[in-house]
């Protein structure tokens, strides 16, 4: 192991060398901006690079996909963003995209097709388990996760919306950990309150904030981890767990997080 | 003779009343916007025979589920029999298909009488779960009045019919040289000391209130919730197969902004030839949804087991996917009426959104499908809310302040929040990893 800098790689760079990336990695808003949510990006390109996949971001030429635009009802902004997006893509002729959020990777993957965005697309979950199955990435004896209880929160778009279930928790075992379900999980899962656009306000009047009563299934499992595949259930769960105080106790991590740190990859 | 007239004329009477409800709900159902879901058929077909013939989004929840299925295999085994009933009602004869099957008929009415059991049981225990120790998505405001009322009397009703077939066999049971069967031989005691004409007539009676009764709830189902017996079949047949994370794309919208973003476009230009004038964006009534939301509603039997996961309605929070079902279908058939008093709709100054499901309502939607998930006969909710939320957000103005702000946000930086564009990178500042993977 060698501590280095990595330098990421845009596709407009690539594209002036007349080179093309493997993989597109879509960073998404909250992956770019939210202080948490770019410790999962890191982790994510930390990974892509230590198995050797040669990939790429947008940067500054990424946009928002227009998710909570659409399900807040402004088609017309969501068009626009997708025209814009789909124009930048097809630029570049992208051919393979993977994402570190759910709701970009519904986007992307659903939406952007009927309006000229044709393109593979991957959630992180999938190709982590992928880079597993075919042996590209290891966890050395489990790593500093063997036997913690990890509980995995599963995220609506990826799992009721788009039916992936399996990959983030065969990823998890790759941890050799001690996995454990909520008593809400898989189809059954309870949101975590951020979908829908209301990440992004206030919400309505009400006896209980549904982040609070997601983290309440999660305590019950007594776990020492709690682990998301999305950076806005991220958001909602460490709340979530301030709230109870139990930040000393119990980590709300990432699945990128967990097998980079396993790995010793990030700090 | 007079008595098989009574008969036929009383069949074409239930049968035409039924026929001409169920034709106005069909026009009612296409009141709605048009929507392509014929393709995929073999999907379709192999989704109905799972979900509503197979039952398999019952039994998640095995109680009911259990319940559901006595019901649901008595309700269509036992018609089996109806049928003999109206033959024997038509013609005059007396359980035509005796003679045809010889002991099998014995074996097969028996296994009815059993299910007739089953079906009387289940109606006990689902009695029980809404009145005696209710289950808690049975006593939600919306579940009051009439709901309620409808729940009950389907109930009642369904004890009624399989009482009265048990009831008619157990009197031929005790007549000369007659016989019952598997359950009406043991009921037969019960009617031990009844004179031979008065067999006759009890028999006669529960013969009469059997196909009688049958006839006015088929005539009640089109104005009960119990209407989803006949409705979850094409439900399920025409229920959405893409993803359900996927939002239907606004073709309307997506032709109006590539013209925007097209540089040779004249903004002046007069629409084409032919060109319709644009509709409503989204929806402010029951007209402006896609046609299936409205067979969506009328599909509904206030289960509510999309209510009971919905993570804004177990926080306390107002909206309840099962009322949005329950209101578009009430506003539906306020329209329907208003069409078949005026000719066509006339405006009643009344609309879904506002007089029936209000804002505060949609605004609570975290799209997390969990509704759409945990209904078994495949309605959307989801799609209803989010198309009532285009027409506040493009039509009326009306979104809550935070989400102006974040569609400025997106607008003016391409991120829902406050954070300029060129700082898309910063997380890769001094990215410092640990490698194997040296080179870079």
């Known amino acids: 192991m060698s ?71 402004n088609e017309f902004l969501f068009q626009m963003q997708a ?51 075919e042996g590209r990435l290891k966890v050395k004896d489990g790593g500093a996760f063997k036997g913690k209880r990890i509980t995995f929160h599963d995220s609506c778009y990826l799992g009721r919306a788009n039916g992936i279930y399996e990959a983030p928790r065969q990823v998890l075992e790759a941890l050799d950990a001690d996995l454990v379900e909520m008593k809400r999980s898989k189809a059954k899962g309870l949101c975590c309150g951020a979908g829908g656009a209301q990440m992004f306000k206030e919400a309505e009047k009400g006896k209980k904030e549904v982040n609070i009563e997601r983290i309440e299934d999660a305590l019950e499992t007594q776990p020492d981890v709690v682990a998301a595949a999305c950076p ?7 709340d979530g767990v301030k709230n109870k105080e139990k930040e000393s106790s119990i980590k709300v991590y990432d699945i990128a997080e967990l097998i980079a740190g396993a790995n010793g990859l990030i700090n | 003779m007079l008595q098989n007239i009574i008969f036929i004329l009383l069949l074409a009477l239930g049968g035409g009343i039924f026929a001409r409800k169920v034709g106005k709900i069909r026009r009612n ?20 025979a799972r979900v509503a013939m197979g039952q398999s989004k019952m039994v998640t929840r095995p109680v009911a589920g259990f319940f559901h299925i006595l019901i649901y295999v008595g309700f269509v085994l036992i018609n089996l029999e109806v049928a003999e009933i109206v033959i024997d009602g038509i013609f005059g004869t007396h359980r035509v298909f005796q003679p045809l099957l010889g002991g099998f008929y014995n074996v097969i009415i028996g296994f009815f009488e059993i299910l007739a059991i089953g ?44 009482s009265a077939l048990l009831l008619m066999n157990t009197a031929e049971a005790n007549m000369e040289g007659k016989t019952g069967y598997a359950v009406s031989n043991l009921l037969a005691p019960l009617l031990a000391g ?30 009960s919730k119990h209407f989803h017996i006949i409705l979850a079949f094409p439900n399920t047949w025409y229920a959405q197969l893409e993803p359900s994370g996927q ?24 629409p084409a030839d032919g060109a319709e004038a644009p509709g409503r964006f989204g929806a402010k009534d029951v007209m402006d949804l896609p046609w299936k939301s409205l067979l969506d509603a009328y599909s509904c039997t206030e289960c509510g087991r999309c209510t009971s996961v919905c993570p804004a309605n177990t926080t306390g929070k107002l909206l309840s996917p099962r009322k949005i079902m329950m209101d578009t279908r009430d506003r539906l058939e306020v329209v329907g009426a208003n069409i078949d008093k005026n000719g066509s709709f006339v405006d009643d100054g009344k609309a879904l959104l506002g007089d029936h499901i209000t804002a505060e309502e949609i605004q609570a939607c975290n799209t997390c499908n969990a509704c759409v998930e945990a209904c078994p006969v495949l309605i959307n909710p989801v799609t209803i809310i989010t198309e ?41 500042d001094n990215l410092e990893i640990n490698t194997k993977n040296a080179e870079a």
């Open chain 1, 3 to 73: 501590a280095i800098t990595l330098k990421i790689d845009t596709m407009a760079e690539l594209a002036a060398k007349g080179e093309a990336p493997e993989i597109l990695f879509w960073v998404g808003c909250a992956g770019s901006f939210d202080d948490r949510a770019r410790k999962i990006t890191r982790a994510v390109a930390a990974i892509l690079h230590e198995v050797g996949m040669k990939f790429a971001v947008l940067g500054t030429e990424e946009s928002c996909t227009g998710d909570p635009a659409k399900r807040a009802g």
């Open chain 1, 83 to 133: 025209a814009q997006n789909i124009q930048v893509m097809n630029m570049y002729e992208v051919k393979k995209i993977v994402t570190a959020c759910p709701h970009c990777f519904n986007t992307l993957k659903n939406e952007y097709p009927e309006l000229g965005g044709n393109y593979e697309v991957l959630h992180h979950a999938t190709l982590l388990q992928q880079l597993i199955n």
């Open chain 1, 232 to 238: 806005f259930c991220m958001t909602m769960l460490t």
């Open chain 2, 29 to 48: 159902i296409f009141l709605g916007k048009p929507l392509n879901r014929t393709d995929r058929k073999s999907e379709r077909w192999s989704t109905m």
């Open chain 2, 119 to 162: 079906v009387i049981l289940a109606c006990v225990v689902f009695f029980w779960r809404r009145n005696i120790q209710p289950v808690a998505r049975f006593t939600s405001p919306e579940m009051t009045g009439w709901p309620r009322l409808d729940a009950n009397l389907i109930l009642i009703i369904e004890v009624v019919l399989m």
């Open chain 2, 194 to 223: 009844v004179s031979e004409s008065g067999l006759h007539s009890i028999e006669r009676i529960s013969w009469w209130a059997h196909i009688v009764g049958i006839l006015a709830f088929l005539n009640y189902l089109p104005y």
């Open chain 2, 247 to 270: 939002m239907n794309n606004m073709e309307s919208v997506q032709k109006e902004v590539a013209m925007m973003l097209d540089p040779n476009a004249n903004p002046y230009a007069a």
């Open chain 2, 388 to 428: 009532l939320r285009r027409y506040q957000a493009m039509e009326a103005s009306q979104v809550p302040s935070e989400w102006g702000l974040m569609f400025n946000n997106i607008e003016n930086n391409g991120a829902p929040w406050q954070f300029p564009a060129a700082d898309r990178m910063g997380w890769a």
